[in-house]
């Protein structure tokens, strides 16, 4: 059974920035697609970024776009989200998804496997 556990959330000021880690085990890394997704209390789950198989093809959602960046390690069997310039309004949970697809998704409902999240808390 695929398991997806996140790290690196925490609370930081506006302006700075968070590097999340999600390590995948139970199944084939290289098999899946991966996508960072956030949900805020209250609100939707937000699509925040993915990247496909091969790390060639990346999304990122409006709200971020320029600010983030993913990255996968198929060797360590972990995906990666570089946040900077952080905004209060980037406050939420973050979650880590894998999709067994080939390409990068923004659709949550393609994702088979979804972590617990780290959340992230950021003051003015």
């Known amino acids: 059974q695929v398991q997806l556990v996140e790290s690196g959330g925490g609370l930081v000021q506006a302006g700075g920035s968070l590097r999340l880690s999600c390590v995948f085990s139970g199944g084939t890394f290289s098999e899946h697609a991966m996508g960072w997704f956030r949900q805020a209390p209250g609100k939707e789950r937000e699509f925040v970024a993915s990247v496909s198989r091969s790390g060639m093809s990346i999304l990122y959602g409006n709200s971020v776009k320029g600010r983030v960046t993913i990255s996968r390690d198929n060797a360590r069997n972990t995906v990666y989200l570089q946040m900077n310039d952080l905004k209060p309004e980037d406050t939420a949970n973050y979650l880590c998804?894998?999709?067994?697809?080939?390409?990068?998704?923004?659709?949550?409902?393609?994702?088979?496997?979804w972590g617990q999240g780290t959340q992230v808390t950021v003051s003015s």
């Open positions: 998804a894998a999709a067994i697809i080939y390409i990068a998704s923004a659709n949550r409902n393609e994702y088979d496997y």
